[in-house]
């Protein structure tokens, strides 16, 4: 067990739809990343945050947001869903944002698996 | 941007055997983590080694060490005495440090090495 939470585990929603996925990171850690798995795309870097910013993009959609709350928990939001979007969602932490303040290293989540249908 | 590559899409090796997974790596960057993770059939990543690109010295976990060619820009895994428990998609990860004068990114993974025990 990493110490990262996910919830929920699987999602079951149709095209067009709005969900929300949430996450909350290790405890101690400051930085939360948002990553998806598809057979098509491999893994790939959405979105992270540190200390409720954000910190950097990687390969995220218009469709899709995410936010860090005060108590350090993250929600990625994802609108008009597409068959496409059908994923593992999976959420990482980490103590430090690659600044040399803490270990950089992400610790993942057990995913949600979302299924558009 | 950086770029990530396994060249082996799936291996299979006795148990108790020694199996290398290769990767390379494509980076104009001087500091940065590289990191091996394995994802077995329940899906979760699991962290199986770290190394840091100035450290000359390979790091070292239990039965899983590294060779680190920072010139080749090469980090392949070695898992000696191999367990049925290690059966898993690995995947190997680049991630850029800040300090080095770029922004700050998540992970690069390569497209994963199916790796299969058998007994």
């Known amino acids: 067990d990493s110490g990262v939470t996910q919830t929920p585990k699987h999602l079951i929603t149709a095209t067009g739809q709005r969900v929300t996925l949430r996450c909350s990171p290790r405890s101690g850690d400051l930085s939360v990343y948002w990553y998806q798995q598809s057979l098509d795309q491999g893994l790939q870097f959405l979105i992270q945050y540190y200390n409720g910013e954000e910190r950097a993009k990687g390969n995220i959609l218009e469709r899709f947001s995410a936010q860090q709350f005060p108590d350090l928990h993250s929600e990625l939001n994802l609108s008009s869903l597409e068959l496409g979007d059908s994923a593992l969602y999976f959420c990482a932490s980490s103590e430090g944002d690659y600044r040399g303040r803490g270990t950089d290293t992400q610790y993942f989540g057990p995913g949600t698996r979302l299924t558009v249908l | 941007a950086q770029t990530v590559t396994q060249s082996q899409p799936e291996m299979s090796v006795q148990e108790a055997e020694t199996v290398t997974l290769s990767c390379t790596y494509d980076?104009?960057?001087?500091?940065?983590?590289l990191f091996w993770y394995k994802q077995p059939p329940s899906r979760q990543m699991i962290l199986v080694i770290r190394q840091e690109a100035y450290k000359q010295q390979n790091a070292t976990e239990n039965r899983f060490s590294v060779n680190f060619q920072k010139a080749a820009k090469s980090f392949s895994l070695k898992i000696s005495d191999s367990q049925l428990g290690d059966t898993a998609m690995y995947f190997c990860?680049?991630?850029?440090?800040?300090?080095?004068?770029?922004?700050?990114?998540?992970?690069?993974f390569g497209k994963g090495t199916h790796l299969i025990i058998q007994p």
């Open positions: 980076t104009s960057e001087n500091n940065y983590y």
């Open positions: 990860a680049f991630m850029k440090l800040l300090y080095s004068g770029g922004g700050a990114d998540g992970l690069t």
